[in-house]
């Protein structure tokens, strides 16, 4: 099939999965659709570059997460996010430095995820969820393109944004679920 049809098919889905939750009763101001959202690569580099700060958010935002959740499933996820991302950060800077010494990186990351200053609990689970799917969805995106535009200069990155798109998409899963359970 066409790199290009595979491509905006997947694009297509992902748009759909957007139009569901936002068909969410009681969507609110927590989901933020930032410009870092549906973010565009054209290189592995690009990839690596635009990946790390992506991932520093949510661990940043699941750290808070961490700490002002109520509910054990939420502290849980918040503590796989932070322990997956933190190695896969650490990954993608070691092939930074390792395949692209000399290269200067100006990217300037755009934000996805709200302010989550006052909030707790319940409130603190829906808007965080409603983030990372969100977010997830972002990663999702920029990984299959790398994938479906063979765009992967070396198999470490091909797999491990083959790893990035499949357990995201299973947490967008899990997450959607969570909500249509508890709100």
Same mark, same amino acid.
């Given at each position: ?10 694009i ?34 690009d ?11 949510a ?18 996820? $918040? !503590?796989? %996010?932070?322990?997956? *991302?933190? +190695? @896969?950060?650490?990954? =993608?800077?070691?092939? /930074?430095?390792? #395949? &692209? ?28 969820l ?14 299959q ?7 992967a ?7 491990? $944004? !083959?790893? %990035?798109?499949?357990? *995201?998409? +299973? @947490?967008?899963f899990? =997450?959607?679920?969570w /909500?249509?359970? #508890? &709100?």
């Amino acid at each position: 099939m066409n790199k290009r049809l595979v491509l905006f098919l997947t694009i297509f889905l992902i748009f759909g999965a957007v139009s569901i939750v936002f068909a969410q009763p009681g969507f609110g101001p927590g989901a933020m659709m930032g410009p870092g959202m549906m973010e565009s690569i054209d290189s592995e580099y690009d990839f690596l570059v635009k990946m790390i700060p992506h991932h520093e958010e949510a661990v940043s935002k699941a750290k808070i997460l961490r700490y002002n959740t109520n509910r054990e499933e939420m502290r849980k996820f $918040a !503590r796989d %996010i932070i322990k997956v *991302q933190t +190695q @896969e950060i650490k990954e =993608m800077k070691k092939y /930074l430095a390792e #395949w &692209y010494p000399d290269r200067t990186n100006n990217y300037q990351y755009q934000p996805m995820m709200g302010d989550y200053k006052g909030l707790s609990g319940e409130e603190l689970d829906y808007v965080f969820l409603q983030d990372m799917i969100f977010h997830h969805m972002g990663a999702v995106m920029m990984s299959q393109q790398l994938i479906v535009q063979d765009l992967a200069e070396h198999r470490s990155v091909y797999l491990l $944004a !083959r790893s %990035i798109r499949d357990s *995201q998409r +299973q @947490e967008i899963f899990m =997450m959607q679920d969570w /909500l249509n359970q #508890w &709100y």
